[in-house]
């Protein structure tokens, strides 16, 4: 199988395509896909409804050759997924539902937070298609905990002071444990400068260090506590190693689709939401049975 993979310069859209090709061990290509004005996008959403397929919309570079099926994820490269697989004569497979377009996609992913139709051809999800691959950046030579925190988004702000009382009882739970620590590209400066007070054995300051140890931590932590706001972090706790899995909450605005997944994966035993207490929520979403299921 030969995969052409749509790239529309999100890296969390991008990683769920190449997850659908590793987890198959699928030769796959990447071709950037971009909307060259911003009418055009726009313009997309009335050609999809009225069936018209025009590449001349969208700039997207397409390798020669023969492929077997096109994946995208996210609004930009939902209709040339739909362009690009008529043309080659290729599947189309959206990683995510194409909210805006019709559904009408071969086969679509779609996370269960974004409450998807039910159609034969979606196939609801639990989190984001993860694939983890650990790098070797952060080994356990003793029990160890891992501790992933992110940043502000469009819903949570994460306040210093309550990660700080977090952290400390977290520490004072696990006395003699090691501590492994990572921030992310959204962390604010404020965090970065809380954790400077704290004493880990690996610490990480991704805009010191723009390097990933997650999948090390996933794979040599006996718990990993990942802050709520990053859907794909949260997919890749729950979708590889033995690592218990606890989520720190954060102050939101209402419910959202980030409480909706936490929610749904701590009903199933997937994770728990930290509470002052601990849980052995280690459940992991096999992945490539679900592509097995839908045919791949």
């Not at 006996?222 to 729950?238: G, L, P």
């Amino acid at each position: 199988m030969k995969i052409l993979v749509l790239n529309d310069s999100r890296a969390g859209h991008l990683n769920q395509c190449l997850a659908f090709a590793k987890l198959l061990n699928a030769e796959y290509t990447v071709a950037n896909v971009r909307y060259p004005k911003r009418f055009l996008k726009a313009l997309s959403y009335l050609f999809d409804k009225m069936g018209i397929y025009s590449d001349a919309l969208f700039e997207c570079t397409v390798p020669e050759g023969v492929f077997d099926v096109v994946v995208a994820a996210g609004s930009t490269s939902a209709y040339p997924l739909k362009v690009l697989s008529r043309k080659l004569g290729a599947k189309s497979v959206s990683m995510m539902l194409p909210r805006g377009y019709r559904y009408d996609c071969d086969v679509i992913f779609a996370q269960e937070h974004d409450t998807p139709p039910s159609a034969a051809n979606i196939i609801p999800i639990a989190a984001n298609f993860s694939f983890i691959s650990p790098a070797g950046l952060f080994r356990a030579s003793s029990p160890s905990i891992g501790i992933v925190i992110g940043g502000d988004n469009s819903v949570f702000h994460l306040q210093a002071d309550r990660l700080e009382t977090q952290l400390r009882a977290i520490i004072d739970a696990f006395e003699g444990y090691f501590f492994a620590v990572t921030t992310s590209p959204r962390t604010s400066k404020e965090v970065e400068a809380l954790l400077e007070r704290f004493t880990f054995g690996y610490q990480v300051i991704y805009s010191c260090n723009p390097v990933n140890p997650i999948p090390d931590f996933l794979d040599q932590c006996e718990r990993v506590f990942i802050t709520q706001d990053s859907t794909s972090m949260i997919s890749e706790a729950v979708s590889y190693g033995n690592a218990y899995i606890e989520v720190l909450p954060l102050e939101g605005k209402g419910e959202n689709k980030f409480s909706r997944l936490v929610g749904r994966l701590e009903e199933e035993g997937y994770l728990h939401v930290y509470d002052g207490t601990f849980a052995q929520a280690n459940r992991k979403i096999a992945f490539r049975e679900i592509l097995r299921k839908a045919g791949f």
